[in-house]
């Protein structure tokens, strides 16, 4: 009998600790995830971009080439950013793209990633990753492909980097629902200027689906070929301010932390 009563003391425990376990709520509550990232460290991203995000108090994410000049000339401001919660992400040494591509004849033939192997790659991978935590001191980091490539003359790299990154950025044109995210190959919105009027019905679908919306930005009132112009950053990253009960703006670092966690639910 009093053995009867203290299983049934235990099993009671083990309920009430259990039911006190807080539930790990997707997008912390929220309807939807945004995720903003800045490709190819550009002056623009440190003159344009970044005032607006702190303005608002919104963090993003900037894919860093660590050869580029918008890297090597503004070292102290990257510093900066990174110190004030921004994160710096991987986009290789010297941004290699597939030059046997159509439509790629711009790719230089030492930057051509269908004639890299993969060792080439990793060690590129390896010199950004280094030269990133000398500015951040983090060893976490998450990565894009660039020009969204994922193979070298060895075929796919994508499961030979994957140990070294927390989640890995493409440019698919999709949202990302937790269900199906592939966080080696996570999609976004590239924005230009002929799309850049769509950045809130982007954002008002993920609210609908709750869905992660990654936004992927070149130039941001000039700065590259691929443009945002000044005036629909600003209204976008304001609109993300406004409705800030609804989404959760963050890194990509953290929203595939979140989507980890939430997977292994
Ligand atoms: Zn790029």
């Given at each position: 009998m009093?053995?009867t009563?203290?299983?049934?003391?235990?099993l009671?425990?083990?309920l009430?600790?259990?039911?006190?376990?807080?539930?790990?709520?997707?997008w912390?509550?929220k309807?939807a995830?945004?995720?903003?990232?800045?490709?190819d460290?550009?002056e623009?991203?440190?003159?344009?971009?970044l005032?607006?995000l702190?303005?608002?108090g919104l963090?993003?994410t900037?894919y860093?080439?660590?050869a580029?000049s918008?890297?090597?000339n503004?070292i102290q401001d990257?510093?900066?950013?990174?110190?004030?919660?921004?994160e710096?992400g991987?986009?290789?040494?010297?941004?290699p793209c597939?030059?046997?591509?159509?439509?790629?004849?711009?790719?230089?033939s030492?930057?051509?990633?269908s004639?890299?192997?993969?060792?080439?790659?990793?060690?590129e991978l390896?010199?950004?990753?280094?030269f990133?935590?000398?500015?951040?001191?983090?060893?976490?980091?998450?990565?894009?492909?660039?020009?969204?490539?994922?193979?070298?003359?060895?075929?796919s790299f994508?499961?030979?980097?994957?140990?070294?990154?927390?989640?890995?950025?493409?440019?698919?044109?999709?949202?990302?629902?937790?269900?199906t995210?592939?966080?080696k190959?996570?999609?976004?919105h590239p924005v230009?200027e002929?799309n850049?009027?769509?950045l809130?019905?982007?954002?008002e679908?993920?609210?609908?689906?709750?869905?992660?919306?990654v936004?992927?930005f070149?130039?941001v009132?000039?700065?590259?070929?691929?443009?945002?112009?000044?005036?629909?950053?600003?209204?976008?990253l304001k609109?993300?301010?406004k409705?800030?009960?609804?989404f959760?703006?963050?890194?990509m670092?953290?929203?595939?932390?979140h989507?980890?966690?939430?997977?292994?639910?």
């Open positions: 009093i053995r009563y203290l299983l049934f003391c235990f009671c425990f083990i009430s600790a259990h039911a006190q376990q807080p539930q790990l709520k997707r912390h509550g309807k995830a945004v995720v903003l990232t800045y490709d460290a550009l623009v991203h440190l003159d344009n971009a005032p607006v702190d303005s608002l963090k993003a900037f860093i080439s660590a580029a918008g890297s090597k503004r990257w510093r900066r950013a990174a110190a004030n919660g921004h710096l991987n986009h290789t040494l010297y941004h597939d030059g046997a591509k159509p439509g790629r004849s711009w790719v230089s030492i930057n051509d990633l004639k890299y192997t993969l060792a080439e790659l990793m060690r390896d010199m950004t990753n280094t990133l935590e000398a500015l951040d001191g983090k060893r976490e980091r998450t990565f894009a492909y660039t020009c969204g490539d994922t193979e070298t003359s060895e075929g994508i499961d030979a980097i994957s140990t070294q990154f927390v989640s890995m950025r493409g440019v698919h044109n999709q949202l990302n629902k937790i269900e995210i592939n966080l190959n996570i999609d976004c230009d002929g850049a009027g769509q809130i019905q982007w954002a679908q993920a609210r609908k689906e709750n869905a992660l919306l936004i992927l070149h130039g009132g000039g700065g590259h070929s691929i443009n945002c112009d000044l005036k629909n950053h600003r209204e976008f609109y993300l301010k409705n800030e009960n609804d959760w703006v963050t890194t670092l953290e929203a595939s932390k989507c980890i966690e939430l997977k292994k639910k």
